[in-house]
């Protein structure tokens, strides 16, 4: 297996639970219907013919090919099936019972939210009371169909990226649902995997690039050369590499952070947003909160980090960019151009599932050094502060943006809500 000393990998195990078409799964069980039979659609909106499918139970994806995404005219004109609106605050208080369930395996810094459907838990310190990680996984997926009713499927693997490709590529075609894989079974696993886009962390583009370069399997990329992809791609493409290779250092309770103070918001989505314009009003409406932060606290950021994560039915982990700026600055509008830029220059279509978005590298705001272009007509910060007072007096949906009355909003939802609510879950 090349140059890598697998026996100084770190060795963690690693539970990666996927719940099988969870919304529709959920409204299978509200009705006693067997989620595995059912015939169920969620939509966004019955009202709208274009409103877009939520989830569709197994039943319709094989019968019927309608998966989330498709559009509600597209769902044929059968008795057999069931089109219901979807019922967050049940989506949340089941996905509640799931997490309860979850804190009898692992502590609470072990556990990782991937999206309302998916998460990682690290049992490393747990699996003496199990047995061995298999038996572990038997019976939480046991639990979880006992307790709450729906079918899960679990990956299990000696790190995250190892146990989230045992979940993509064979637990969900087991007939026990549950695959283990490990740093041994690399070569007959991860290098196995036939394409490079069914390979978790390689989208549209990174195949592009890779294809250039002769690589077409994942083996291909396992095998190149590191010191080229690290030439090529710089410290991206080497990950890439020892991806390819099933390594993977990250653990789940010692996320990556900012050490300096920072200001931050999250989201994790209720539904998956495709459209370019939907997506940009969540985000907007993020800047928009955490830059009226930053003012009133008086502080100017230097640097920046966004976070965008795809559905889980994309094999991808999405994007994570961090930049510095070249002026301090607490002003929405520039702040936020500086987000529209990451995120279009990145963002291929992907089905977009959770964002946070944080203002990092923080400074005093002592006052502002005009240049000539301020002078000239730059009147943004007397705006934000305008904006910022009326919010302050008269609550936060006294000034708003007319994108905010579109349909992918969340704005007013979340502005009558605490730390929570029917459409999202927040995370602060």
Same mark, same amino acid.
């Given at each position: 297996?090349?140059?890598?000393?697998?026996?100084?990998?770190?060795?963690?195990?690693?539970?990666?639970?996927?719940?099988?078409?969870?919304?529709?799964?959920?409204?299978?069980?509200?009705?006693?219907? @067997?989620?595995?039979?059912?015939?169920?659609?969620?939509?966004?909106? $019955?009202?709208?013919?274009?409103?877009?499918?939520?989830?569709?139970?197994?039943?319709? /994806?094989?019968?019927?090919?309608?998966?989330?995404?498709?559009? /509600?005219?597209?769902?044929?004109?059968?008795? /057999?099936?069931?089109?219901?609106?979807?019922?967050?605050? $049940?989506?949340?208080?089941?996905?509640?019972?799931?997490?309860?369930?979850?804190?009898?395996?692992?502590?609470?810094?072990?556990?990782?939210?991937?999206?309302?459907?998916?998460?990682?838990?690290?049992?490393?310190?747990?699996?003496?009371?199990?047995? @061995?990680?298999?038996?572990?996984?038997?019976?939480?997926?046991?639990?979880?169909?006992?307790?709450?009713?729906?079918?899960?499927?679990?990956?299990?693997?000696?790190?995250?990226?190892?146990?989230?490709?045992?979940?993509?590529?064979?637990?969900?075609?087991?007939?026990?649902?549950?695959?283990?894989?490990?740093?041994?079974?690399?070569?007959?696993?991860?290098?196995?995997?036939?394409?490079?886009? @069914?390979?978790?962390?390689?989208?549209?583009?990174?195949?592009?690039?890779?294809?250039?370069?002769?690589?077409?399997?994942?083996?291909?990329?396992?095998?190149? @050369?590191?010191?080229? $992809?690290?030439?090529?791609?710089?410290?991206?493409?080497?990950?890439?590499?020892?991806?390819?290779?099933?390594?993977?250092?990250?653990?789940?309770?010692?996320?990556?952070?900012?050490?300096? /103070?920072?200001?931050?918001?999250?989201?994790?989505?209720?539904?998956?947003?495709?459209?370019?314009?939907?997506?940009?009003?969540?985000?907007?409406?993020?800047?928009?909160?955490?830059?009226?932060? $930053?003012?009133?606290?008086?502080?100017?950021?230097?640097?920046?980090?966004?976070?965008?994560?795809?559905?889980?039915?994309?094999?991808?982990?999405?994007?994570?960019?961090?930049?510095?700026?070249?002026?301090?600055?607490?002003?929405?509008?520039?702040?936020?151009?500086?987000?529209?830029?990451?995120?279009?220059?990145?963002?291929?279509?992907?089905?977009?599932?959770?964002?946070?978005?944080?203002?990092?590298?923080?400074?005093?705001?002592?006052?502002?050094?005009?240049?000539?272009?301020?002078?000239?007509?730059?009147?943004?910060?007397?705006?934000?502060?305008?904006?910022?007072?009326?919010?302050?007096?008269?609550?936060?949906?006294?000034?708003?943006?007319?994108?905010?009355?579109?349909?992918?909003?969340?704005?007013?939802?979340?502005?009558?809500?605490?730390?929570?609510?029917?459409?999202?879950?927040?995370?602060?």
């Amino acid at each position: 297996m090349g140059n890598i000393n697998y026996n100084k990998m770190p060795l963690r195990y690693i539970l990666c639970v996927d719940v099988k078409s969870f919304f529709a799964s959920v409204e299978a069980v509200r009705r006693n219907i @067997d989620p595995l039979e059912a015939h169920i659609i969620v939509v966004s909106d $019955l009202a709208r013919p274009g409103a877009v499918v939520l989830a569709s139970s197994p039943k319709v /994806k094989s019968e019927y090919n309608i998966k989330t995404g498709n559009r /509600k005219f597209e769902i044929p004109n059968d008795p /057999k099936l069931m089109v219901v609106n979807p019922s967050m605050s $049940l989506y949340l208080e089941v996905n509640r019972q799931i997490n309860d369930i979850f804190q009898q395996y692992a502590a609470d810094e072990d556990i990782l939210v991937y999206s309302i459907d998916e998460s990682f838990l690290d049992i490393t310190s747990t699996v003496h009371f199990f047995g @061995d990680p298999g038996r572990a996984a038997v019976r939480l997926r046991d639990q979880i169909k006992r307790e709450v009713g729906l079918n899960v499927t679990i990956g299990i693997g000696d790190n995250p990226l190892l146990a989230k490709l045992a979940l993509d590529n064979e637990s969900k075609k087991k007939k026990s649902q549950i695959a283990y894989w490990s740093y041994e079974r690399v070569p007959e696993t991860v290098w196995k995997i036939p394409n490079l886009r @069914d390979f978790w962390g390689i989208s549209k583009g990174w195949e592009r690039r890779f294809h250039k370069l002769g690589i077409r399997s994942i083996y291909t990329l396992a095998h190149f @050369d590191p010191d080229v $992809l690290h030439d090529k791609f710089g410290i991206m493409g080497l990950q890439q590499y020892y991806h390819a290779n099933g390594v993977d250092y990250s653990v789940i309770s010692q996320p990556v952070g900012q050490k300096s /103070k920072s200001y931050s918001k999250g989201q994790v989505l209720m539904r998956d947003y495709f459209v370019k314009e939907e997506i940009l009003t969540i985000m907007d409406e993020m800047i928009d909160e955490v830059t009226m932060r $930053l003012r009133r606290n008086r502080r100017l950021c230097t640097g920046i980090g966004f976070y965008c994560g795809y559905s889980s039915t994309v094999n991808h982990p999405g994007i994570h960019v961090t930049k510095r700026l070249k002026v301090a600055s607490n002003e929405t509008a520039s702040i936020r151009e500086l987000f529209h830029s990451i995120f279009l220059r990145h963002w291929e279509g992907e089905p977009v599932r959770q964002f946070n978005i944080s203002l990092n590298d923080l400074v005093e705001d002592s006052g502002q050094q005009l240049s000539i272009f301020d002078y000239m007509g730059n009147n943004n910060r007397a705006v934000d502060h305008v904006i910022d007072e009326i919010r302050d007096r008269f609550g936060k949906t006294a000034v708003f943006k007319g994108h905010s009355l579109t349909e992918g909003s969340t704005f007013f939802d979340r502005s009558q809500k605490v730390g929570g609510h029917t459409g999202i879950s927040e995370v602060k």
